[in-house]
């Protein structure tokens, strides 16, 4: 049974430059892909910039409505839902940016910023939550002393552990990895990749992982989509794909 099922997706934008440009003026950015993920699974999404990866992920964790097609999850359409519905369902699903420090408001400390969705959505008590963001922490290798510290006193890699661990904070199903290593040097890329492994076995979770780097892709995933403007040009499992590239 997958826990992500993505049926006909579609999504336009009035005309910029790149997509698909349609007779109407309209570009797709994403015009018709299908696709599955299953519990523990990795599945990789590549392809060139503007191809439409990034409308995916955020169609998949519900930041915007797609113009057609199907978004099950956990066997339920999200596409479907009013606002307040759907934030329940994001429960269970969560993004990991490129840049988590643009993703943080920078005058919130490292305590607020881990807090916050575990108060959004009313979880636990304050003792509770403060366990919580500890067991965070933890999970994704920072020390406790960095609660009190502020985004910018983190290094590139510590900011991705700390995106990590605000995604982890409900205790996701799956996570969509938007190019989550690719603004980092390459040694530190591996750190944060491996961590990801880690916690995916740990926790059974399950990755859309977005990336333009195939060797990344190929590291990271079970199987892998091919993008090329708006559309799935090919799906396989990952050695499959990548041989053929
Ligand atoms: P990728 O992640 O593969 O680089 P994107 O999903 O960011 O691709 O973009 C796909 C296409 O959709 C591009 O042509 C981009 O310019 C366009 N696009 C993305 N977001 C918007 C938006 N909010 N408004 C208008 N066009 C957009
Ligand atoms: P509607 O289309 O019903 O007006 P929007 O698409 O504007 O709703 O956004 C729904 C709300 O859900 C927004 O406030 C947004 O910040 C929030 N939201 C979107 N994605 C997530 C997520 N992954 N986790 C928590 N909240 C989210």
Known sequence: EAILSVRDLVKDYGATTGGLLRASGQVSAVAGVSFEVHPGETFGLVGESGCGKSTVGRLVVGLEKPTAGQIVLDGTDIATLNRRERRR???????????????????????AILAEPLEIQQVGDTSARRARITELLDQVGLSRRVLERYPHEFSGGQLQRLGLA??????PRLIVGDEPVSALDVSIQAQVLNLMRDLQRELGLAYVFISHDLSVVDYMSDRIGVMYLGKLVEVGPAHDVVRAA
């Open 166 to 171: 605000r995604a982890l904070a409900l205790q």
């Open 89 to 111: 369902t994001h429960r269970q699903v969560q993004l990991m940016f490129q840049d988590s420090y643009a993703a943080m408001n920078p005058r919130m400390r490292v305590d």
